[in-house]
């Protein structure tokens, strides 16, 4: 049981508390190795606006996944976690205990999962892709609603992306549209998983803050950057939590409160969503760093 996972919400601490559980790995003659799990830390040049630990704060403990795509590119799960299952064996292999971080859910879920994705079909992706940007996301889900209705109310009107994969898997097999977690049961290997929590008021004031800091701390020159490297080139990226109220102010559509304000609803909306996605783990109760080493540890001379 090598494999400590450290999940939950934005703002939650969870950067720290792994760096203090690889500490304690090294106090304890070990090494350990930290795997990201948060989708937009995997794009070069998101820095402020998704918190990315600079290499002076990563206490020196290896990094994996961060800066690994341009962000043009569009991240997708499967990559990601054909990586993350490779870097961690790596890791293992080496004798170092992985620690995955991060608070994409699914990105999580994938790697800590035996998850099958569903069949996918570019030329059928392409034109949904190309319904989704006449018609709209509410569209898409009148349509999701049609074929998949369990599937179009766990993802809501507003999730285009999303419910364009759900179309298509749909469409090509038939089948409902696996929405969630698989069973407990069908964790890949034993896990030590800390879900990281915040009292609500705590976290809400926290985060507030912090969208507050990445204003002051230069966001909107950080999209200026990004854009002129070719985010608008993609799709995912652009629309990442404040870097898309960022672009809308640089282009006069909001003013700086109006961006600052937008993003915080939407970062404590986002929060609300992994709070609710992570509560369903099979999370261990809270641990000191000392002892979620000394397991791993252990595990690995097993």
Known sequence: MSLIAVVGA?????????????????RLGG????????AMQLYRGMDIGTAKAPLAERRGHPHHLLDVLDPWED???????EAALDAITAIEAR???PILVGGSGLYASSVLYDFAFPATDEALRAQLEADLEREGAAAMHERLVAVDAAAAEAIGPHNGRRLVRALEAVTLTGEPFRV????????????????VRLERTALVKRLDRRVERMWADGIVAEAQRLRDAGIERGTTAQQAIGYRQALDQLD?????????????ALTRRYARRQVSWFQRYPAAPDAEPDALAQH???SLEA
């Open 95 to 97: 004798g170092a205990v």
């Open 75 to 81: 991240a997708a799960v499967a990559a990601y976690r």
């Open 31 to 38: 090494s350990a190795e930290i795997v990201n799990c948060d």
């Open 252 to 264: 006069g559509a909001l003013s700086e409160a109006a961006a600052i304000e937008r993003t915080q």
């Open 296 to 298: 791993a540890l252990a």
């Open 180 to 195: 969630g977690l698989p069973p407990e049961e069908s964790l890949l290997r034993p896990t030590l998983i800390q879900h």
């Open 10 to 26: 934005t703002g939650t601490g969870k950067t720290e508390r792994s760096l203090d559980i690889a500490d304690a790995v090294v």
